[in-house]
Each structure stands twice: as C-alpha cells, then as structure tokens.
C-alpha cells in the first residue's frame, strides 16, 4: 500500500481534530509511512523514516531535544496538544524541518492515535492489541523486579489487567482474591485508597486496610490529562531503594503500552462497524459478511435495539454507546462473533442462522428472539430506561441485509404499548400496512377516494361514522360484532351506517369500495378497530 502524505492526512481529517502549526521542510507532500506514541521519558527510537510521533505527556521545555532526535530519525513530524502547542514548539520544529501538527486539549490520545492510524490504513504497529496487553505481563515483572514487590496493573475501572509472577513474592489474601477474580473487591476503605491515589501527582504509599493485608505503593497510569489505570505494589517494607521512580517509570511505560492495546481494539471495532453500515445500508460487496466472521452461503438476520424515550435522561448521549456494549456482549457470548454497531441511535445486531428454521419450539428463529428478550430485560436493569427489539427475515445474501434491517426498522415502528420484542413475520401484517400506508401516501390517485369525506364529515358534524365503519369492516361485516366494539348498542351502529350512506354516498354493498374504504381509512386515516393504527 502506498503511504498517505500529510497532505491527504490531513484533507481526510481535517479541522477541527488536526491543526497544521508548520509544514516540514519538503512541504506537506510529505509521506507518512505509521503513527508512533511517544512516551515523555522514553528513549526515542534512532530510525523511524515517515513516522508521525504523538508526544504523550510531552513537557513545553522539552520540545527542543524531542525535535532533534525526532529530525534525525527521519521523523515526518510531531503531533502536541495543549499548552504544548506554544510559538517555542512551533519554532523548534520548524528549525528542524518536521510538521508539527496539534489536537485539541480534550482529545484523547487513544483516539488521535486511534483515528490517525485508520486514515493512513494502516491498524497500529507491532506490540499493539493482544499483544500490548501481552507486554503488560512483561511489564508487571519488570516493575517487580525493580521495586522489589509484588505488582499488579490495573485499568481505570479496577480490573486487574496483569500482574507479576516473580518466584518468592510476598503477598497477601487481597491480592490472591484480587488476581483469581480479575477485579479488586470493592469497598468503601478502597475507594477513599483510590481517590487518594488518583488525586496524586505521583507515586503514594497507602496503609494496610487490616490486620492480614501489607501496605501498598501506587500510582496512576496517565497519558498527558487521561487516566488510563494504575500500578499497585505490595510494600512488605522491604522495597528497594529508589522504588518511587521506578514505579514512575512503569507507569509511563504501561500507558503507552495501555494507549496501543485500546488504540488496537477500538481500531478493530471502527473497522468492523463500518463493513456493517455498508451492509446496512446495501453499499457493501458480496465478501462483507465473510470478513465480518460468517461463513460462506450462511443466512443471517438483523435484529434492531431501539431506547424509548432516551431523550428525556439527562445522559442520552452516553446511553446509547452503552446500549451497544451490551448487545456486544451478549452478542458474542452466544455466538462467539459479533457484528454490532450504532448507527442514528439504533443498535444493530447481525447474527448468524445455522441449519434449518423451524417455526415450532426451540427453532433458531425462537433462540434469537429469546436473545433479544434476555438483552432487553438485561439493558433495562442496567441503563434504567426502556429497550425495544425487532428481528428482520433470515436472509441468505449480503445484498439482501439492507431488507431485513428494514424489516427490523418497521418492526419497531408497529410494536404496541405493551410490546417490547417481536420478529417481522409475528407482526407482518402491520408491517405490510404500514408499508401500504407510505406508499399511498405519496401517490395522489391513490389518496382520492370518500375516506376524506368521511373524516371531514365527522369533524364538521361531531359524528363517529368514520371509527363505526372500521369497526364494521374489521369485524367482517357483522353489526354485533361491530357493536361491541363501538361499545355501543346494534340498532346504533345500523343508524350510523344508514346515515353514512345516504349523507355520504358511500356504496357499502358494493365490495369492491368496501375494501378501497376499509385500506385508505386504515392505513392513511389511521383508524383501526381497537384504537389508532
């Protein structure tokens, strides 16, 4: 593949996420060949011919020394953000030929790194993903070694991501807990440990919670104004000399190494979701699903995750990312694949149909929709606000995807009050009059018709004779029926029908306008024998 330059970089990205502070010194036809993150600290690397390097954590006064070493790797220029973006850096770079390009100061680095990497397509470099969190193990040892305790790191929500596995190790019944559950056991005395921890600037030593716990010297893993995490070491009083900065030390290195791994996957999923959209929407080519993880010729069906009334929380923003790393989750323990992404509030959800579909219990079809009942219970406890499901047809063609997602779309249009899931083809005939309603909708020869004149006659007149023919047609003609759905006596619901008649010419003997009524009073009036449409 052909490097990207810095000009098409930026064209793809542009402002406000990429500001250009100066060109280099071949102008911004310059190649960009991968992205690096650059840890404060960290000795630069002495060849990176194309590289675009972020500055994670970068102080103002070191510019200068970053930009000659950067220079003299072969570097095609520095990404700063922040205060770091100052007339000195400009000045520094450009004394050294490189670009120097700025984020915002609320960007996070993952992210920059994250989207740079995907517009010069390439996924991030080596030690990245899996193998970053790899590393982490490698790391932990290494801080063990140095500090002379037990390690263990941890990411911003406490779970346990690695830890050190060095022989003769003193450790207590919190860490062994800890590592066998891959999540510190949360308490009230940990939490006011962790507000301490994160509140500092550096390195801390914290008390033993009891009497069968040892102390603990920590520190937060950050990257620039993010925190990513933190390194916990076990203090059993006898840590080695200068154990403070080199728990520094790795706490930098476990940022960048944090910053790759989470670049990686989020990297993934981005490309993963949009090979969705496109099948979504019908744009994508016969091999989308393959590369998706199906298996060649495997029907597939969509399934739509819609929240109600999210607009009304004061987080409807975060609700719905959320919503999706549920579906995710869930998606992927059954199936041990996913293809889940956010599009316009929804989420959906593409899952695969094995072997036959049989309409009785226990079919693939009844497994999927109990899916997505255990997804919508679950997400209504865990976000607090209601989640609504529609499954789409089995479809055995990429190309056919776009369908069944419309399917999934027009189930949720048509759900009742008291509906939360429902596949197409338990609702097709709503579905199909809602469709009839659209498509009338638009055509004027199809609109014409005494439907109207019946709707203004009621609203001039204050009768019901509108809802008293619906009644009638859906109850198939017969006047007792329609009655008691009327909730009125038969010789009433005759009155209105004669009246209809002959206020309004409509010809009830006539089948053929029977029907034509009864369509265009459902569909386009909205009418229904138990309620709107």
Not at 20 to 30: K, N, Q, Y
Not at 455 to 467: K, M, Q, V
Request: one cysteine or more.
């Amino acid at each position: 593949m052909d490097a990207r330059t810095l000009e098409e970089l930026i064209g793809t990205l542009g402002e406000p996420l990429l500001r250009v502070l100066t060109a280099p010194a071949d102008g911004l036809a310059t190649p960009v060949s991968e992205i690096l993150l650059y840890g404060h600290g960290d000795p630069f690397p002495s060849s990176a011919p194309g590289a675009l390097v972020l500055t994670v954590g970068l102080p103002p006064g070191q510019v200068e020394p970053l930009a000659r070493d950067a220079a003299a790797a072969g570097v095609a220029g520095l990404v700063v953000r922040g205060e770091v973006s100052r007339p000195e850096t400009v000045a520094a770079a450009k004394a050294h030929g490189l670009a120097l390009l700025a984020v915002d100061e609320d960007a996070a680095w993952h992210h920059v790194h994250l989207l740079l990497a995907s517009a010069i397509g390439s996924r991030p470099g080596p030690g990245d993903g899996d193998a970053a969190f790899g590393d982490l193990f490698s790391l932990a040892n290494a801080v063990a070694a140095a500090v002379g305790g037990a390690t263990v790191i941890e990411d911003a929500r406490q779970r346990i991501l690695a830890y050190s596995t060095l022989p003769r190790q003193t450790v207590d019944e919190a860490r062994r807990q800890g590592i066998l559950g891959r999540q510190v056991p949360s308490s009230p005395e940990n939490s006011e440990q962790y507000r301490v921890m994160f509140a500092a600037p550096g390195p801390v030593r914290l008390a033993a919670l009891d009497g069968e716990e040892l102390p603990r010297l920590a520190v937060a893993i950050r990257a620039g104004g993010e925190t990513l995490g933190s390194v916990w070491v076990v203090d059993d009083g006898q840590l080695a000399p200068g154990s403070e900065e080199a728990l520094t030390r790795g706490a930098s290195t476990a940022a960048l190494l944090m910053l790759r791994a989470r670049a990686g996957e989020e990297l993934s999923r981005q490309l993963t979701g949009d090979l969705l959209r496109r099948l979504l929407d019908g744009s994508a080519d016969p091999g989308a699903a393959h590369r998706l993880g199906f298996a060649e010729g495997t029907p597939v069906r969509v399934v739509a995750f819609a929240l109600e009334g999210a607009e009304s929380t004061p987080d409807e923003e975060q609700t719905a990312p959320r919503l999706l790393d549920l579906v995710r989750l869930h998606c992927e323990a059954r199936y041990g694949r996913h293809a889940c992404v956010l599009v316009d509030g929804r989420v959906y959800a593409l899952l695969p149909v094995t072997g036959a579909e049989p309409s009785g219990s226990g079919g693939r079809k009844e497994r999927h929709r109990r899916l997505a009942e255990d997804i919508v219970r679950r997400a209504a406890q865990a976000l607090r606000i209601r989640v609504r499901a529609g499954l789409g047809e089995a479809v055995a063609e990429p190309a056919a995807v776009r369908g069944s997602r419309d399917d999934a779309d027009m189930v949720l249009r048509v759900l009742g009050p008291e509906e939360d899931v429902a596949v197409v083809t338990e609702v097709r005939a709503r579905v199909t009059l809602l469709r009839l309603r659209e498509l009338m909708a638009g055509q004027r020869a199809l609109t014409a018709g005494s439907w109207r004149e019946v709707l203004a006659y009621d609203a001039g007149h204050g009768t019901d004779y509108a809802r008293t023919l619906v009644c009638w047609l859906d109850a198939g003609c017969d006047v007792a029926r329609a009655a008691r759905l009327l909730a009125v006596h038969p010789n009433t619901c005759r009155y209105r029908l004669r009246q209809a008649q002959q206020h309004l010419g409509v010809d009830l003997d006539d089948p053929d306008e029977r029907l034509v009524l009864w369509l265009q009073l459902r569909t386009l009036g909205g009418l229904s024998g138990t309620g709107p449409f």
